[in-house]
T-cell receptor
Framework: GAVVSQHPSRVICKSGTSVKIECRSL??????MFWYRQFPKQSLMLMATSNEGSKATYEQGVEKDKFLINHASLTLSTLTVTSAHPEDSSFYIC??????????FGDGTRLSIL | AQKITQTQPGMFVQEKEAVTLDCTYDTSDQSYGLFWYKQPSSGEMIFLIYQGSYDEQNATEGRYSLNFQKARKSANLVISASQLGDSAMYFCAMREGGSNYKLTFGKGTLLTVNP
């Protein structure tokens, strides 16, 4: 089955640090990648949709300058949380899709900002 | 209005029994897809089953089946012969036509399988 790798799985860092999270589709070329945020005991909230070679489309209320998304190739998308603060602490999870296949998800990244 | 409604915040089932997790949806599109994902406590999202709006047969994948009732706009997940490893959050999601393949998720149901 389709495999999506997300790295790192856990990050703990100081306030003000920028954090980069990578999402890779290992065995397929992903036409589109998605980035979600999930607070404890809540559902997934879509942050942005990323198509290879074009700018990401952000959902309403998501700060573009805060959450930088780069989708440089058909197998790699990155999310950079810039100047992270404690309120950015959350579970971030990416997914990738191609054709009419369902979205396949990475294992997620638990981000803790001290 | 919510597009995906999961009315059961939590469900309990005895091991080896079947359980139904409810999901209703709201869309005006003719073409859409419905998905179920499982999220264990470790956090990963595992794709379980898919039903297209034009599919006449209910989808099945091993112990999972989707009870699709289009007129009622419901897409309930049925897990047969529950196992302890089935304990997890279950999310129903919808992909609408022309949505750039975005998924809208329900709030989830926490399933606990008791031995």
């Amino acid at each position: 089955g389709a495999v999506v790798s997300q790295h790192p799985s856990r990050v703990i860092c100081k306030s003000g640090t920028s954090v980069k999270i990578e999402c890779r589709s290992l065995d397929f070329q992903a036409t589109t990648m998605f980035w979600y945020r999930q607070f404890p005991k809540q559902s997934l909230m879509l942050m942005a949709t990323s198509n290879e070679g074009s700018k990401a489309t952000y959902e309403q209320g998501v700060e573009k300058d805060k959450f930088l998304i780069n989708h440089a190739s058909l197998t790699l998308s990155t999310l950079t949380v810039t100047s992270a603060h404690p309120e950015d602490s959350s579970f971030y999870i990416c997914s990738a899709r191609t054709g009419w296949q369902p979205q396949h998800f990475g294992d997620g990244t638990r981000l803790s900002i001290l | 209005a919510q597009k995906i409604t999961q009315t059961q915040p939590g469900m309990f089932v005895q091991e080896k029994e079947a359980v139904t997790l409810d999901c209703t949806y709201d869309t005006s599109d003719q073409s859409y897809g419905l998905f179920w994902y499982k999220q264990p406590s470790s956090g990963e999202m595992i794709f379980l089953i898919y039903q297209g709006s034009y599919d006449e047969q209910n989808a099945t994948e091993g112990r999972y089946s989707l009870n699709f009732q289009k007129a009622r706009k419901s897409a309930n997940l049925v897990i047969s012969a529950s196992q302890l490893g089935d304990s997890a959050m279950y999310f129903c999601a919808m992909r609408e036509g022309g949505s750039n393949y975005k998924l809208t998720f329900g709030k989830g149901t926490l399933l606990t399988v008791n031995p």
